[in-house]
């Protein structure tokens, strides 16, 4: 296999119908038209997907390529040779290294395609744009494929996302990250589009604060694209949930990572931005607290206030109209433009050429996790005051797990597991004082009927009654936190 090249591209779902208007949209170039199978490989035990690795056989006019891929985000290792046999060769690099002594190659599922390829030049790039159209198969199931991908080939970064941004304004593109090795897998498995949580950073051992920044940003950006196809697809409690909490951790990285960002113009649209789209999923998440915990609670007791059912179908109202409008949000052109342009900002933006992006990830943690734990005791000290002293509390709470969580692996999970959980349990009791303060006027801006109002009342008047305890244990939970040993130290 000849040594890696970086794949630089940029992957979209879209709609068969807009297929020919993309092409439209798009400059003049070369075009040729492929039909592709390709054949996806790994181990029983999925040894190459465990390494983030994909291994694939493609055959195109009876010549047969095997590409392995690594890496996740818009650059990927790509390592390819031309081969002769229908099966991979596991002797050629760097298959080696990622395979077990004696492990045995088989095929997963394959991916057949009709692509629409035309190479062209735009803004001082040479980029291929391929339109793909088929499907998927694994065992005895099938799963469609329209994807419009952008790929590098020379020139720079910037042009890519320029003309996905022009792509974009004229047909729906939605950013994902999911590649077809990832869909393929999720396929045989027999998992269905679902609401998904952010995945675990893993930095190596000689990252840079910027390298980190980038490992984070990626994965808070992979979350929300993959969140916001589901909701969709199909909104609920769970997709939106993990869409809010995808731009939370993003928003949070700014705030740990700004000294690396001072001077960069280009953060403050970024925050603005990640900011809307979090607001916008607000109402909605509320609600499905509300209905979820408290009222289920409620319904649960021997003794349910009188008015209950009415309060439950004007709550399930209110939230399927948030849903929708959740729905809308992550269709909508806005949404489209803030994930390309958050994606170029992360790949191409001036904070990358500042000095501290150079500046070792570990040596930065330290100074970053002190901080974010000195302002948390810092706000702790006012925990007993009022519900804006322990919301700005909840908040500062929130910004150290996510940074907790986005260094961990420098530092050794064990240790870090034994501090999230107590940080855990702050944030969960935090959260709870919260949604006492946010139940009451969201109940407010619900048109209900006297007796569902008669309820809201009840529940209200109970879940106040329990706010001193919850005040006290959350004063308990900062005092074993702040009493652990700091895992960066």
């Known amino acids: 296999m000849s040594g890696a090249d970086q794949e630089i591209e940029l992957k979209f779902a879209c709609a068969p119908q807009d297929l020919a208007a993309v092409l439209a949209a798009a400059p003049a170039g070369d075009d040729e038209t492929r039909e592709l199978i390709s054949v996806y490989f790994d181990t029983p035990d999925l040894a190459l997907r465990k390494a983030g690795a994909s291994l694939r056989v493609r055959e195109h006019k009876g010549r047969r390529v095997q590409t392995l891929k690594r890496g996740q985000g818009l650059v990927r290792e790509e390592h390819e040779a031309a081969i002769e046999g229908l ?11 990622l395979l077990p002594h004696g492990a045995t190659l088989k095929p997963a599922f394959h991916v057949r395609v009709s692509r629409r390829q035309r190479t062209l030049r735009y803004r001082g790039a040479r980029i291929e744009l391929a339109l793909d159209q088929g499907e998927l198969a694994g065992g005895d199931r099938l799963s469609p494929i329209c994807e419009v991908e952008l790929e590098l080939k020379s ?7 320029a003309l996905a941004r022009a792509l974009s304004l004229a047909v729906p593109l939605y950013l994902t990250f999911d590649s077809k090795a990832a869909r393929g897998h999720a396929l045989v498995a027999g998992d269905s589009p679902a609401a998904r ?6 930095l190596a051992s000689e990252a840079t604060a910027g390298e980190a920044l980038q490992a984070v940003a990626r994965a808070a950006l992979a979350q929300i694209a993959a969140n916001a196809a589901a909701v969709r697809a199909e909104a609920g409690a769970e997709a939106v949930h993990q869409l809010r909490v995808g731009a939370r951790r993003l928003r949070s990285a700014l705030t740990t990572f700004k000294p690396l960002l001072d001077g960069d113009p280009g953060v403050a649209p970024v925050k603005a931005e990640l900011k809307w789209l979090s607001h916008t999923l607000d109402r909605a998440r509320n609600l499905d607290v509300f209905a979820d915990e408290t009222l289920a609670a409620a319904e649960e007791a021997k003794a349910p206030p009188p008015g209950l ?6 709550v399930e109202a209110a939230r399927l109209a948030a849903w929708t409008q959740a729905a809308e949000t992550a269709g909508g052109e806005r949404f489209r433009a803030l994930m390309i342009d958050t994606a170029a900002w992360i790949e191409t933006g001036a904070w990358r050429n500042g000095g501290r992006a150079s500046e070792p990830a570990k040596a930065f943690a330290r100074h970053a996790l002190k901080r974010r734990l000195k302002r948390l005791e810092t706000r702790g000290r006012r925990l007993e005051r009022d519900d804006a ?4 509390l909840r908040i500062e ?12 692996s420098r530092f050794g999970q064990r240790r870090a ?8 349990a702050l944030q969960e009791t935090l959260g709870r004082l919260n949604d006492l303060v946010t139940a009451e006027p969201l109940l407010a801006s619900l048109s209900l009927a006297p007796d569902a109002a008669f309820a809201a009342g009840e529940l209200v008047g109970l879940k106040a009654a329990g706010k001193d305890r919850l005040v006290a244990k959350a004063a308990h939970d900062l005092e074993r936190l702040l009493a652990a040993d700091p895992f960066w130290d």
Do not use: C, Q, V
Not at 417 to 424: A, D, M, N, Q, S
């Open 87 to 97: 099966a991979p060769d596991p002797t050629l690099a760097p298959l080696p290294s």
């Open 155 to 161: 020139g720079p970064t910037s042009a890519l996302f």
């Open 197 to 202: 949580k952010g995945e675990r950073i893993a």
């Open 309 to 314: 059912g009415a309060l439950r179908a004007t």
């Open 389 to 392: 002293a322990r919301h700005r």
């Open 397 to 408: 709470a929130k910004k150290l797990r996510y940074a907790a969580e986005a260094f961990a």
């Open 417 to 424: 597991g034994r501090f999230g959980r107590r940080l855990e």
